[in-house]
T-cell receptor, first 112, second 113 residues
Framework: DAKTTQPPSMDCAEGRAANLPCNHSTISGNEYVYWYRQIHSQGPQYIIHGLKNNETNEMASLIITEDRKSSTLILPHATLRDTAVYYCIVRVGASNTGKLIFGQGTTLQVKP | EAQVTQNPRYLITVTGKKLTVTCSQNMNHEYMSWYRQDPGLGLRQIYYSMNVEVTDKGDVPEGYKVSRKEKRNFPLILESPSPNQTSLYFC????????????FGSGTQLSVL
């Protein structure tokens, strides 16, 4: 099973880009990488996901390395409300067999 | 509105008293799952279900039961709760199509005294 590794914490200045790394060196070719965030004790909120190509949506960009062993979540203009714990998740199986492996998460602190 | 609904939001109970945490989704999702979250340990999967009457163990299934008699509901049952099951619990659901995102409920904070 693929596992993910994230730094435990990061700081970012408000208005600057936040780049959150994730290592998933044992990921297999048909597994997706998902990013979620959690603010306080609320339910995790979906941010973005990808398989091989880089992805962008209204919240963030996801950069996946060519060998797929790592990825970076980019919040282009971080705000104070982006302060949260960010989870990088690999979803196992070609047909969504269900098992999710969470990393320990990165606590992002956005500072004024 | 598409959502995953958990009840109750807060629950305090005593050791050994059976309890059920309910989870319901209105998106016709095949896949549902339960997680617990503890300080320093992140989110850990307890059980998941790929469809009605199909369930499987996650990483920390001991002390828990689940059932999936209907597609929309996936209750989490603690037959004999113990203090080490004090935790924040989340239910989640998604379709089974590849690459579909998970929707999480708002959580149930359980305290077992």
């Amino acid at each position: 099973d693929a596992k993910t590794t994230q730094p435990p914490s990061m700081d970012c200045a408000e208005g600057r880009a936040a780049n959150l790394p994730c290592n998933h060196s044992t990921i297999s070719g048909n597994e997706y990488v998902y990013w979620y965030r959690q603010i306080h004790s609320q339910g995790p909120q979906y941010i973005i996901h990808g398989l091989k190509n880089n992805e962008t949506n209204e919240m963030a960009s996801l950069i996946i390395t060519e060998d797929r062993k790592s990825s970076t979540l980019i919040l282009p203009h971080a705000t104070l409300r982006d302060t949260a714990v960010y989870y990088c998740i690999v979803r196992v199986g070609a047909s969504n067999t269900g098992k999710l492996i969470f990393g320990q998460g990165t606590t992002l602190q956005v500072k004024p | 509105e598409a959502q995953v609904t958990q009840n109750p939001r807060y629950l305090i109970t005593v050791t050994g008293k059976k309890l059920t945490v309910t989870c319901s989704q209105n998106m016709n999702h095949e896949y549902m799952s339960w997680y617990r979250q503890d300080p320093g340990l992140g989110l850990r999967q307890i059980y998941y279900s790929m469809n009605v009457e199909v369930t499987d163990k996650g990483d920390v299934p001991e002390g828990y039961k689940v059932s999936r008699k209907e597609k929309r509901n996936f209750p989490l049952i603690l037959e004999s709760p113990s203090p080490n099951q004090t935790s924040l619990y989340f239910c989640a659901s998604s379709s089974r199509e590849r690459g579909e995102k998970l929707f999480f409920g708002s959580g149930t904070q359980l305290s077992v005294l």
